[in-house]
């Protein structure tokens, strides 16, 4: 839709993989109208590539987070320094 600030936006639509409930560790899956809203692969990524996925996302979450504390520390110090 032109003249709106959401046109370079998309959304998408997931389920639980165990439909059941009872798996407290439960992968998501795109529903395939989701994808095809927004013209992705038709075969979803397997279980092996999400987690490998999953586990780069992390190691870069947790590079950051590490990276964010040690500023605080620093910011400490130097506020503990300063009084």
Known sequence: ??????????????EFADKTGQDPSASLVELPDSRRRRHGPEVP?????????RDAYETVLNEEIS????????????NKSAI
């Not at 003249?3 to 997931?14: L, V």
């Not at 500023?71 to 400490?76: L, R, T, V, Y």
């Open 1 to 14: 839709m032109a003249g709106t600030a959401w046109e370079n936006t998309e959304y998408r639509s997931y």
């Open 45 to 53: 990524p397997t279980d092996a590539e999400m987690r490998a996925m």
């Open 67 to 78: 990276i964010c504390l040690e500023k605080i520390a620093q910011q400490a110090e130097t």
